[in-house]
């Protein structure tokens, strides 16, 4: 069983910058995407982005240009790149497969970008 530990979360001014990583205990990491979600105070969970095994990248429109997605496959570690942070990205963020999330939730990290 596969367990995702997020942290790097923190209390930021907007525009400010946070570094989150995921880190993966078991077998499994190197050969499956990985997403980043977040969820919002009575918001569903979304994904904001997604990795390859190889490393492509992609990421939804309102995040794109400012956050960046990578992987240590020898650390089994996937990391979350935060610049330009608006109020709007406040949220609980985590990590998971893409497509589909298949392993157990861990218990994510919080954002909370301030004005």
């Known amino acids: 069983q596969v367990q995702l530990v997020e942290s790097g979360g923190g209390l930021v001014q907007a525009g400010g910058s946070l570094r989150l990583s995921c880190a993966a205990s078991g077998s499994g990491f190197r050969i499956n995407a990985m997403g980043w979600y977040r969820q919002a105070p009575g918001k569903w969970r979304e994904l904001v982005g997604t990795i390859t095994s190889g490393g492509r990248t992609s990421y939804v429109d309102s995040v794109k240009g400012r956050f960046t997605i990578s992987r240590d496959n020898a650390k089994n570690t996937v990391y979350l790149q935060m610049n330009s942070l608006k109020p709007e990205d406040t949220a609980v963020y985590y990590c998971?497969?893409?497509?589909?999330?298949?392993?157990?939730w861990g218990q994510g990290t919080q954002v909370t970008v301030s004005s």
């Open positions: 998971n497969t893409v497509p589909g999330a298949l392993w157990s």
